[in-house]
């Protein structure tokens, strides 16, 4: 069984998270078993899974692994299911009922805003109208999370639930604001009949890791485990006890310095996992070049695989070409998170330089924020005086829909892996314009046929490609058809077949072990 390993699954994908679904389809058109796994808990995990239109049996989740709540049909619980005593005076209000006796606040219970018959949480007091416990409902349908609160208010113990209502897992924070991270202890409570107390939840993803590899191994199947959130998981997976094949995966470049990639600092999501290196049992890199850097700076033991994390389906590889008087004229799209490496503020910059040249030019950026680059970029727009020019579209799902109403698409990061956003334009025929940085843009766009490369931080450079794109017909024309003959090297068999090493070599691993034991 292979796992994609990541913290979590939200309705609102990063591009990892988008990755490791395509992938997974991948998988599952080639008969190859294969889930994803996250270790975070979540109690709208069933929505996001539903937002994917993925199914239960598509994922491992840690913290239902050990509450036995992996395949829960769901329920609805109501206000009414709290069969309060008459006693109790029960008053609606907005979103939330309150619950009082005597005129003094017991209970506050809020539902849900997409299923307002549904409750989302109960909230406790005590006489002195402190909180003193949260009880707070899994989309499922059943109370799945307790917090018991100081005086202050501070979250002092968490307590996870079965779906019949039993406690099977308890931690401990002392700090004043909860963070999973400063978990000073945790345990699993009648696990086979025994509780289990850890120092923090790396221990414990370590044994959630160690005993699903037993019971696959139990059912005869061998695990194969592909870190994808790497800052996340890798302590768990370094010091796990139990056989697998562990395999690091790079998304991003893994040097902080993208011009000195063989001395520079660590990228920090990947620092730890590469300072074990020896520890895996191969490191996948998504081009060519990265691969032979990290062989170079680390050594070539373990293996570092080529697997281009774009895949372009062959749904989309089979549709007709988007012709270009289909498409609104003007529009450039970027896809890029609102953060600082997205260098947002240098694409606000190209188009004021831009528009100058090409009046009807506008630049639609679709992405959610996850620092304040979003607040910094909003602003630059208006100080520049862009608001008719620049639009933040925040996420959206239909990106189809984006890209076959583009004229073409820009990139500005300051570091990459292989940018999904630049394969998924080029796969629908969108002329690309990228800084030409470690790692990607090269290995996808081919310069003056499909797409221009312009020196990292060139502003100047970037805004005279996209104006002698934008400024003729033909010539957009004639890079999209290139786009799309260029798409066919990350189609879905073409993929698949950089897969097969790394699975042949799994399989080796396996097998030796095999032969030891016997």
């Known amino acids: 069984m292979y796992y994609f390993i990541n913290n979590n699954i939200?309705?609102?994908?990063?591009?990892?998270?988008?990755?490791?679904?395509?992938?997974?389809?991948?998988?599952?058109k080639y008969k190859q078993p294969a889930k994803l796994m996250t270790t975070d808990y979540n109690r709208f995990l069933s929505d996001a899974l539903a937002a994917h239109n993925l199914k239960a049996t598509d994922i491992v989740n840690l913290f239902d692994f050990f509450g036995g709540t992996e395949t829960v049909s769901p329920r609805k619980f109501g206000i009414d299911d709290f069969?309060?005593?008459?006693?109790?005076?029960?008053?609606?209000?907005?979103?939330?009922?309150?619950?009082?006796?005597?005129?003094r606040l017991n209970c506050r219970i809020v539902m849900r805003k997409d299923k307002p018959d549904s409750v989302e949480s109960a909230t406790y007091f005590d006489a002195a109208k402190r909180i003193i416990q949260g009880d707070f409902w899994d989309s499922r349908g059943f109370r799945a999370l307790q917090q018991l609160y100081d005086r202050d208010g501070h979250i002092r113990v968490r307590r996870l639930l079965t779906a019949n209502g039993e406690p099977f897992y308890e931690s401990y924070h002392y700090?004043?604001?909860f963070d999973a991270n400063d978990t000073t202890l945790c345990r699993l409570i009648n696990y086979h009949g025994t509780d289990w107390e850890f120092n923090g939840v790396k221990e414990l993803t370590q044994f959630f890791l160690d005993e699903l590899v037993k019971r696959d191994r139990s059912r005869d199947e061998d695990d194969v485990l592909i870190s994808d959130a790497s800052l996340a998981d890798a302590w768990a997976l370094v010091h796990m006890r139990q056989p697998a094949f562990k395999v690091m995966h790079l998304h991003n470049n893994h040097s902080n310095n993208s011009d000195d990639v063989m001395h520079g600092g660590l990228n920090f999501n990947y620092e730890y996992s590469l300072n074990n290196f020896n520890q895996w049992q191969g490191i996948i890199a998504p081009t060519a070049s990265q691969a032979e850097d990290v062989a170079k700076r680390f050594g070539d033991r373990p293996k570092t695989y080529v697997v281009p994390v774009g895949i372009v389906p062959d749904t989309l590889m089979a549709l007709p070409k988007?012709?270009?008087?289909?498409?609104?004229?003007?529009?450039?799209?970027?896809?890029?998170?609102?953060?600082?490496?997205?260098?947002?503020d240098h694409a606000i910059k190209i188009m004021a330089k831009v528009v100058k040249e090409v009046p009807n030019v506008t630049l639609d950026i679709y992405g959610y924020a996850n620092d304040d680059s979003g607040k910094i970029a909003k602003k630059l727009v208006r100080d520049l005086q862009l608001q008719k020019v620049v639009s933040f579209k925040g996420?959206?799902?239909?990106?189809?829909?984006?890209?076959?109403g583009a004229q073409l698409s820009i990139l500005t990061s300051s570091a990459e892996g292989l940018p999904l956003s630049l394969i998924e334009a080029q796969s629908h025929g969108l002329p690309l314009v990228s800084?030409?940085?470690?790692?990607?843009p090269r290995d996808i766009i081919n310069d003056g046929k499909d797409g221009y490369l312009i020196k990292s931080g060139d502003i100047d450079g970037m805004a005279a490609a996209v104006v002698k794109l934008m400024t003729s017909d033909s010539l957009r024309a004639h890079f999209s058809d290139a786009a799309y003959q260029a798409r066919a090297k990350y189609a879905e068999e073409s993929v698949w077949q950089y897969w097969q090493q790394l699975d042949k070599d799994a399989r080796q691993f396996f097998d030796k072990l095999k032969e030891a034991a016997d």
């Open 435 to 440: 800084y030409d940085i470690n790692y990607g």
């Open 395 to 404: 996420y959206t799902t239909d990106m189809d829909a984006v890209y076959n």
């Open 83 to 103: 069969h309060f005593p008459s006693r109790f005076d029960v008053k609606k209000i907005d979103d939330h009922y309150d619950v009082t006796e005597n005129g």
């Open 10 to 28: 939200t309705v609102k994908q990063s591009g990892i998270g988008h990755a490791q679904l395509k992938r997974l389809e991948l998988f599952k």
């Open 322 to 344: 988007q012709p270009f008087d289909k498409r609104q004229p003007g529009k450039i799209v970027q896809i890029a998170r609102l953060s600082h490496e997205k260098r947002i």
């Open 175 to 177: 700090g004043k604001k």
